[in-house]
C-alpha cells in the first residue's frame, strides 16, 4: 500500500459558515470528499472518467468523524489524506484537517467502488489498486 499522503488546501469562505464565523459541521464533510478526489487525481486516475468510461464510483459507505477544534471563517487549512487499508471493493481513509499544524478534525471513511449501473459494489480496477499499493 503506498505511504503517501496528499495535502490538499482549504480557504474557508463565508458559505462554509455559520452565522458565528465558525465552518458548519457538514462543510468538514465537503472539504474531505474534495481531497479525496484530489489524493486519486495525483495518482493520474480521474472519478469523472472512471463515471463515464467503466461506469464506476466511489461512494461514501461509513464515515467516523471527531471535531476537535473549529474552523474559521477565511481560514487557510489543509486536508492530508492517507490510505489506511484497501479491500475488494473498498478504501479505507484517514483525514486530518488542520491549521498550522494544530488538528482541528480527524476522520475515517470508508468508501466503496460502486458499477453505477447496477447499484452493487464491483472491485476496485487492478490499475487503481496497482497504483496504490506502488
Given at each position: 500500500?503506498?505511504?503517501?499522503?496528499?495535502?490538499y488546501p482549504v480557504?474557508?469562505?463565508?458559505?462554509?459558515?455559520?452565522?458565528?464565523g465558525v465552518?458548519?459541521h457538514?462543510?468538514?464533510?465537503?472539504?474531505?470528499e474534495r481531497?479525496r478526489t484530489e489524493?486519486?487525481?495525483a495518482?493520474s486516475?480521474?472519478q469523472q472518467?472512471?463515471?463515464?468510461?467503466?461506469?464506476?464510483?466511489?461512494?461514501?459507505k461509513?464515515?467516523?468523524i471527531?471535531?476537535?477544534?473549529?474552523?474559521k471563517?477565511?481560514?487557510?487549512l489543509?486536508?492530508?489524506t492517507?490510505?489506511?487499508d484497501?479491500?475488494?471493493?473498498s478504501?479505507?481513509?484517514?483525514?486530518?484537517?488542520m491549521?498550522?499544524?494544530?488538528?482541528?478534525?480527524?476522520?475515517t471513511?470508508k468508501v466503496?467502488c460502486v458499477?453505477?449501473?447496477?447499484?452493487k459494489?464491483?472491485g476496485?480496477?487492478e490499475?487503481?489498486k496497482t497504483?496504490?499499493?506502488?
Open positions: 500500500m503506498t505511504s503517501t499522503s496528499v495535502i480557504r474557508v469562505y463565508y458559505e462554509d459558515t455559520d452565522a458565528g465552518v458548519y457538514a462543510r468538514y464533510l465537503h472539504f474531505f481531497a489524493f486519486l487525481r495518482l486516475f480521474s472518467e472512471l463515471l463515464n468510461e467503466q461506469r464506476l464510483a466511489f461512494v461514501v461509513n464515515i467516523n471527531d471535531y476537535i477544534l473549529p474552523a471563517l477565511d481560514e487557510y489543509l486536508v492530508e492517507k490510505l489506511l484497501i479491500r475488494n471493493a478504501l479505507l481513509f484517514e483525514q486530518v484537517l491549521r498550522d499544524k494544530k488538528i482541528l478534525c480527524k476522520a471513511i466503496a458499477d453505477l449501473g447496477k447499484m459494489p464491483v476496485i480496477p490499475a487503481i497504483a496504490l499499493v506502488s
